[in-house]
């Protein structure tokens, strides 16, 4: 492998997760495909940090596991030093299980509560034939436990004796006890105080600059990130929807989805604090991703179709009032029991207003005229309980987000995104 290889190269790669399984299932058509990674492309190089970040569901974890054969590929390919991973054996992985090690969300969950500390540590010493016997193994536990932090003399206490802090420490001594090219670190400080974050944070930078370790760090959280990553890839819905190197990235987001992101990271200067960005909704399901861009149902920065003929803000308004009316949000039963509760005489017009109210931010009067009487009409449409014509109606605010899923492209150096403002081939392409 020569230098500008990739320790770690992942191309294409898929892991769907089929719930149709039980019978359950089968007999009333519940389940589905849950794709939770969705065609990743991922390097990670010798000696550096890569963070992968997103929401909580957005299928970080998966892919993390996914990347060390934890749960095999649904498709594409993975390969570490060249050598491909995916369609490996429990067998055939077990040499590649010393050179790639993990670090779990959870301390204690990821630790025997009836094992000591030594047995934990000195267990895959023996999967892979480490130490020269018990006894040497011992000696390197006990080593591994001072280098974490902790003390020789814990070998023989149990994970329930210690802090979670303490615990996580542990994980990290049994993580390096194979001696591993690459650690995937999921969420490795979330579950602790704030206080021990940084601690935990300062020791996995201090190990990799000892060992040389090439670390792929899952985080929701981006503050984190900007201590720890040489790198940032930003994850939504099962996809990377931008890569860049993390200075870069907080200087100069190029997605909508990482603006976002960024502008919710707290800032001790009050001048450097951007305006809040709050996304509509909440995150699609994987197993009904949004066709086009999957971030649509959300972006703030949607494309309006040709014919709006007002300005973006007002289209991601009456867009948001589309995706509600497609998605069934509206509930015009229960806006009538309120309303008839506040009064005797409830029209369908009074129910149709108040539905628009709810569900349109913003005042309906800041639409152009022609999508306004757009959004009275499938707000009747819904009253009436014709759902389908409702939705017909709204789909008169149409926009290239919607029917064509965005390119990865270039936009500078050592940069991926994929979105149709930054491609300078898309018709409604932004550039800076």
Same mark, same amino acid.
């Given at each position: 492998m020569s230098g500008d290889d990739p320790l770690l190269a992942a191309e294409n790669v898929k892991k769907h997760f089929d719930q149709s399984d039980g019978f359950l299932d089968r007999l009333l058509g519940g389940g589905g495909l849950v794709r939770a990674v969705d065609g990743v492309d991922l390097e990670l190089h010798e000696g550096e940090t890569l963070a992968v970040v997103g929401e909580s569901g957005c299928g970080k974890s998966t892919l993390g596991q996914t990347l060390l054969n934890l749960h095999s590929a649904t498709g594409g390919s993975i390969r570490f030093r060249g050598d491909e991973l995916t369609g490996l054996s429990d067998r055939e992985m077990r040499k590649y299980?010393?050179?790639?090690?993990?670090?779990?969300?959870?301390?204690?969950?990821?630790?025997?509560?009836?094992?000591?500390?030594?047995?934990?540590?000195?267990?895959?010493?023996?999967?892979?034939?480490?130490?020269?016997?018990?006894?040497?193994?011992?000696?390197?536990?006990?080593?591994?436990? @001072?280098? %974490?932090?902790?003390?020789?003399?814990? !070998?023989?206490?149990?994970?329930? =004796?210690?802090?979670?802090?303490? *615990?996580?420490?542990?994980?990290?001594?049994?993580?390096?006890?194979?001696?591993?090219?690459?650690?995937?670190?999921? @969420?490795? %400080?979330?579950?602790?105080?704030?206080? !021990?974050?940084?601690?935990?944070? =300062?020791?996995?930078?201090?190990? *990799?600059?000892?060992?040389?370790?090439?670390?792929?760090?899952i985080t929701h959280d981006l503050s984190v990130v900007h201590q720890v990553a040489d790198r940032v890839a930003v994850m939504y819905l099962g996809e990377i929807v931008e890569t860049a190197p993390v200075e870069e990235l907080f200087e100069n987001p190029k997605h909508p989805y990482t603006k976002s992101l960024l502008s919710a990271v707290p800032r001790i200067d009050p001048a450097a604090r951007e305006d809040r960005i709050l996304l509509e909704g909440t995150v699609p399901s994987p197993i009904d991703p949004p066709e086009g861009c999957r971030f649509h149902t959300r972006c703030p920065e949607v494309i309006p179709g040709d014919d709006w003929s007002g300005d973006q803000p007002a289209f991601r308004r009456a867009f948001t009032f589309r995706n509600r009316v497609e998605n069934g949000e509206l509930d015009p039963d229960a806006v009538r029991d309120r309303l008839e509760a506040e009064s005797d005489d409830v029209t369908d017009d009074d129910v149709a207003a108040r539905l628009i109210e709810g569900a349109l931010p913003g005042e309906i009067e800041s639409l152009p005229d022609p999508a306004a009487e757009t959004v009275r009409t499938a707000a009747k449409q819904v009253v009436r309980g014709d759902e389908d014509a409702a939705a017909e109606t709204v789909g008169a605010f149409s926009s290239p987000c919607v029917e064509s899923a965005p390119r990865v492209v270039e936009p500078a150096s050592n940069r991926t995104a994929a979105c149709h403002r930054i491609d300078p081939e898309h018709p409604a392409a932004e550039l800076d």
């Open positions: 299980r010393r050179r790639m090690q993990m670090i779990f969300q959870d301390p204690l969950a990821s630790l025997n509560p009836r094992q000591t500390v030594g047995d934990i540590v000195t267990a895959p010493m023996e999967v892979h034939d480490i130490g020269d016997d018990d006894a040497d193994r011992r000696e390197r536990a006990e080593e591994l436990l @001072e280098r %974490v932090g902790l003390k020789a003399a814990h !070998v023989d206490r149990y994970p329930g =004796q210690f802090s979670g802090g303490q *615990q996580q420490r542990v994980g990290i001594a049994r993580a390096l006890s194979v001696e591993p090219e690459m650690i995937v670190a999921d @969420e490795p %400080v979330s579950a602790l105080d704030v206080s !021990v974050q940084a601690q935990i944070l =300062q020791l996995l930078d201090d190990l *990799q600059d000892e060992l040389g370790l090439s670390i792929l760090m």
